[in-house]
């Protein structure tokens, strides 16, 4: 999936009688379609898809409430049909030590937070980026090197 630098706005704005108007970065989406909030994640996974990349997603109710999150094309929706490099003559990242058969992970580091006095970390991340990757993540002590799965704390 790409995360473009400035993200597109996905607005949905709801009136008192849960009609839903959408628009993409400031213009007019499915205009010639009469939704309601029953239709929002439907359409939001419409557009993601077709985008093919992340959002940032504001919902505007009638009584003035906003809620605002960054949403992520669903899993079915990222390429599956990504073209392997040529073999060239840069190196691969490699490393030793493992078990036979054992898989190994790359980490990708999306923020630090310092452990608390009793060792206990808490990262907060977007909804969307944690629904997309919590199966992959782990908390990797940079000093110590212990590994600890992420645990949802809701």
Do not use: C
């Not at 078990?99 to 970390?121: I, K, S, W």
């Amino acid at each position: 999936m790409r995360v473009p630098v400035v993200l597109k706005t996905v607005r949905f704005d709801i009136d008192t009688d849960g009609r839903l108007e959408v628009s993409v970065h400031g213009q007019p989406h499915s205009e010639d379609r009469r939704l309601s909030r029953n239709d929002l994640r439907s359409v939001l996974d419409e557009i993601t898809t077709s985008l093919g990349a992340a959002v940032r997603v504001e919902v505007h109710e009638a009584d003035g409430t906003t809620y605002s999150d960054i949403e992520t094309p669903p899993v079915e929706a990222a390429p599956n049909a990504i073209e392997p490099e040529p073999e060239t003559a840069t190196p691969a990242l490699a490393g030793a030590g493992f078990r036979p058969g054992e898989q190994v992970a790359l980490a990708y580091v999306v923020t630090r937070q310092e452990a608390d006095a009793d060792g206990n970390a808490s990262i907060n991340l977007p909804p969307a980026l944690l629904s997309a990757t919590r199966h992959g993540l782990v908390l990797l002590g940079l000093t110590s090197l212990t590994v600890a799965p992420v645990e949802a704390q809701l």
